[in-house]
C-alpha cells in the first residue's frame, strides 16, 4: 500500500464523455430487431393478431396497395394538399415572423395574437373552415396552413431575435442601406433558425393532414386509415402509419439536404 | 479631412460615462484612446463614427472626404464581425455592392485590398477556416476597400494572442506607412498605444475625462518592441492610470 503511493502512477483518464457521437447503423438494427422481436411473437402467439398485425402481413397489404394502384390514389391527393397547405402556411409564417423580428409596432401588435392563436387545437376549426372554405380541399388547405403558420412565425422571429447584433451594427457602420442589411445580413443570419423551426412546422402539417382526411375525404392516407380502422382491419391500418413515417421521415431528410447545402459555412 | 470632438457628455440612465471630452484629430494621424476599463472609450469611439449619440457635444467634420472615397468614418471591431457565411471576397465586396461599381472595379478594389493584407490566397476560404489574425486581416481589408478618411479601431488586437497581435501592429505600421490614414485607435493595451499612436489621450476611469494628451516623436516605422523610449513612455502611462485602474477594478457594475 504505501509503494503504492510512492511509485508513479499513471493519472486516471476522467474527461470522456457528454458528448454525443453519432454512431451509424445502431438506428436500423433497433428498427429491425424490434420488427423482428413482433414477426417472432405473432408466429409464436404470445402476441395475439388482435393486439398487433403481424410485420410481413403489414408489408403484404403495402406491396398489394402499390400493386393495385390505390397507393397513388391515395398518396397523390394527401401529398398535394401537404404541399399546398405547407406552402401557405410556411410562406406566411415566414413572412410575419420577419416583420415581427424587424418591426417594434408589428411585434407590439401580432405575438399576442401568435401566442393566442398557437394552442388552439386546429382541428377543432374543421367545421368553422369546412363553413369559410367548403367542404373540398380549400378547408383542408387552410387547416394545414394555420397549423404550420403559427409554429414558423415563433420560430422565425426567435431567429430573428438571435441574428447577432454586431453584424448588423456592421452593415449600418458601413452605410449600408436598410434592404441590404435585411436581405444579406438578417436573412442568412435566421436561415438556421427557420430551418430548424420547419422541421417542427411540418411535422404537424403532416399531423393535420391525417385529421383533415378523417374528417371528409374519399382518398388520402388519413381516409384510407380511418377507414381500416372502423373496421379493424390492424395489417391496413398499420400500412397507413408506416407511409406516414417514411413521409415524415423525407420531409426531415428534405430539410437536412437543404440544410447541408445551404448552411455550409457552418461548422 | 480632420475631426473635432466638441465638448461631448453622455450618461447612461443616470451615470454619467463621458464628460467634457474635447479633442482634436487632425488628417494623417493615429490618436490612441486608454483609459481603464469603464470609462466609456468604446462609446465615444461609437459616437466618432454616428452609431451611437452624446447627450451634449457634437463631432465635427471638417474638410472635404477625398474623392472616391465610399464610407468616410469606417470601423474595425474587436470582434472581427464578418458575415459566416460569406467568403473572404464576399465579405469584402458586401461593403461594396450597395455603391453601384461596376463588376470590373470592385474585383479590382477586392483584389487590391486582400494583396495589401496579404490574403490574396484566401480569396475564397469562409471565416471558419481562418485563424484569429486572419480573420482580422479581412476585417482591414474590408475597411480599406472602402477607402476610408478615418479609421476608427475598438481593440482590434485585444481577442487575439500577444504573437499574433504583434505580427498585426506591424501590418499595421506597414500599410500606414504606405498610405498614411486617419486612425482613432481605443485600447488598453499600453505596448500597442505607444507602438500605433502618434498622440495618446488617456481617460479617467468614469465618468470619462480627458486627463492628458500625450506625443510621441518617434516615427511609426522606426517603433519597435522593446524600446527604451517607448518603455518609458508606457510606465509614465501606467502611473497616469494606475490608481484610477485599481478604483475602476473596485467598482461595482451597473451596466
Known amino acids: 500500500m504505501s509503494d503504492a503511493v510512492d511509485g508513479p502512477r499513471p493519472v486516471r483518464f476522467r474527461g470522456g464523455g457528454f458528448r454525443p457521437v453519432s454512431v451509424r447503423g445502431v438506428g436500423v438494427v433497433v428498427f429491425v430487431l424490434l420488427l423482428a422481436l413482433i414477426e417472432w411473437g405473432t408466429r409464436a402467439g404470445w402476441i395475439s393478431n388482435l393486439t398487433l398485425p403481424r410485420p410481413s402481413d403489414v408489408a403484404a397489404t403495402l406491396v398489394a396497395l402499390a400493386k393495385s394502384g390505390m397507393l397513388w390514389t391515395h398518396m397523390a391527393p394527401s401529398l398535394t394538399r401537404l404541399a399546398v397547405g405547407s406552402l401557405l402556411g410556411v410562406s406566411a409564417g415566414i413572412g410575419v415572423g420577419v416583420m415581427i423580428g424587424l418591426f417594434s409596432y408589428v411585434r407590439a401588435g401580432l405575438v399576442p395574437l401568435v401566442a393566442a392563436l398557437f394552442p388552439i387545437p386546429k382541428i377543432a376549426l374543421l367545421p368553422l373552415f369546412v363553413i369559410w372554405f367548403g367542404i373540398d380541399e380549400g378547408s383542408k388547405y387552410a387547416l394545414i396552413a394555420l397549423g404550420t403558420f403559427t409554429p414558423t412565425v415563433v420560430s422565425t422571429y426567435g431567429a430573428v431575435d438571435n441574428v447577432d447584433r454586431t453584424l448588423v451594427r456592421m452593415g449600418q457602420s458601413f452605410g449600408l442601406s436598410w434592404w441590404s442589411i435585411v436581405r444579406k445580413i438578417v436573412l442568412p443570419g435566421a436561415l438556421p433558425g427557420i430551418l430548424s423551426g420547419l422541421r417542427v412546422s411540418l411535422a404537424i402539417g403532416i399531423i393535420l393532414l391525417v385529421a383533415a382526411e378523417m374528417l371528409g375525404a374519399e382518398y388520402g392516407i388519413g381516409a384510407y386509415i380511418l377507414q381500416a380502422g372502423s373496421l379493424y382491419d390492424l395489417e391496413r391500418l398499420f400500412a397507413g402509419v408506416v407511409i406516414l413515417s417514411v413521409l415524415g421521415v423525407l420531409t426531415s431528410w428534405a430539410i437536412g439536404r437543404v440544410e447541408q447545402r445551404m448552411l455550409r459555412w457552418r461548422v | ?255
Not at chain 2, 479631412?1 to 482634436?24: E, F, K, P, S
Not at chain 2, 518617434?218 to 517607448?230: N, Q, T, V, Y
Request: hydrophobic share 45%; aromatic share 4%; proline share 6%.
Open chain 2, 1 to 255: 479631412m480632420d475631426l473635432t470632438l466638441d465638448h461631448i457628455t453622455h450618461r447612461y440612465g443616470g451615470m454619467a460615462v463621458l464628460d467634457d471630452i474635447v479633442l482634436d484629430i487632425p488628417a494623417g494621424e493615429i490618436l490612441c484612446v486608454i483609459g481603464p476599463s469603464g470609462c466609456g472609450k468604446s462609446t465615444l469611439l461609437r459616437m466618432i463614427g454616428g452609431l451611437e449619440q452624446p447627450d451634449a457635444g457634437r463631432v465635427l467634420q471638417r474638410g472635404p472626404v477625398p474623392e472616391d472615397c465610399l464610407n468616410p468614418l469606417t470601423y474595425v471591431f474587436q470582434d472581427f464581425a464578418l458575415l459566416p457565411w460569406r467568403t473572404v471576397a464576399g465579405n469584402v465586396s458586401l461593403v461594396l455592392e450597395d455603391h453601384g461599381l461596376p463588376r470590373a472595379r470592385s474585383a479590382q478594389i477586392i483584389a487590391d485590398v486582400l494583396a495589401r493584407t496579404r490574403l490574396t490566397d484566401f480569396h475564397d476560404a469562409l471565416p471558419r477556416q481562418l485563424s484569429g489574425g486572419m480573420k482580422q486581416r479581412v476585417a482591414i481589408a474590408r475597411a480599406l476597400a472602402v477607402n476610408p478618411a478615418v479609421l476608427l479601431l475598438d481593440e482590434p488586437l485585444s481577442a487575439l494572442d500577444s504573437q499574433t497581435r504583434e505580427l498585426l501592429m506591424e501590418d499595421l505600421v506597414a500599410l500606414w506607412a504606405r498610405q498614411p490614414f486617419t486612425g482613432v485607435y481605443v485600447t488598453h493595451n499600453l505596448a500597442e498605444a505607444v507602438r500605433l499612436g502618434h498622440r495618446i489621450a488617456v481617460l479617467s476611469r468614469r465618468p470619462g475625462r480627458l486627463r492628458d494628451v500625450v506625443e510621441i516623436d518617434i516615427p511609426l516605422p522606426e517603433r519597435r518592441a522593446g524600446m527604451p523610449e517607448l518603455e518609458a513612455l508606457q510606465t509614465r502611462l501606467w502611473d497616469l492610470m494606475k490608481e484610477e485602474a485599481m478604483a475602476a477594478d473596485q467598482e461595482l457594475l451597473h451596466v
